[in-house]
């Protein structure tokens, strides 16, 4: 679990707060991005430069979905929990909104931080009720729109999932090119859509 932390603002965060719907989101970059080059990765032999190519580009821009997507939870449940967001912080800005210094103060793509924020304003353990959630959805999982064929369960897929923040930041932050087999790209893009999709059933539940 995380720890308090001092209230801060970031312009860029803010700029991520969205006031539509956050499912529709995950089935734009399912079937417009993900999808579509997948196939194209498919077809292509490992090793080939636009192959490594396209497959850094869906870690990272996975990552930011991700990001994006948890931040506007985040920012919508702070909105209605005061006193539970209050409980994240050691101290905060008199002058800035109270859910607008959560999101720019804790990082929505470190575990650690997302299990201590979401876990304190839903008053559960965030992680686990995923996890648990995965098994539940499993069966319904395969007929959403955001679905991406043949992708491993996410509680059968949890570790594998996790390793996508490690891969982001060896690309953004060490230059590096990753290439990885169609299936293991696969199951890490569907992992991260069905971690959301259990999010939104998740922290509907409170």
């Not at 050691?90 to 575990?111: C, E, R």
């Not at 008053?123 to 319904?140: G, T, W």
């Not at 369960?153 to 594998?160: C, T």
């Amino acid at each position: 679990m995380g720890n308090k932390k001092r209230g801060t603002f970031s312009q860029i965060k803010r700029r991520a707060i969205t006031g539509g719907a956050l499912y529709p989101m995950l089935v734009r970059f399912s079937t417009l991005e993900a999808q579509p080059l997948l196939q194209e990765i498919k077809n292509k032999q490992q090793g080939d430069i636009l192959r490594k190519a396209l497959v850094n580009y869906l870690i990272i821009r996975s990552v930011t979905i991700f990001e994006i997507f948890l931040i506007n939870e985040a920012y919508r449940l702070a909105k209605h929990h005061r006193r539970k967001t209050k409980e994240l912080f050691t101290d905060v800005k008199t002058n800035v909104p109270l859910a607008d210094q959560l999101i720019s103060t804790y990082s929505f793509t470190k575990l650690e931080d997302i299990d201590f924020v979401f876990s304190t304003l839903i008053s559960k353990n965030y992680l686990s009720a995923i996890k648990a959630d995965s098994v539940e959805y499993e069966p319904d999982y395969y007929l959403e729109s955001a679905h991406i064929k043949r992708t491993k369960p996410l509680h059968k897929n949890w570790d594998n999932v996790c390793k996508i923040f490690e891969l982001r930041h060896d690309i953004v932050h060490h230059n590096k090119l990753i290439d990885l087999k169609y299936s293991q790209l696969r199951n890490l893009l569907g992992g991260i859509i069905q971690f959301l999709m259990s999010s939104i059933i998740v922290t509907n539940e409170d």
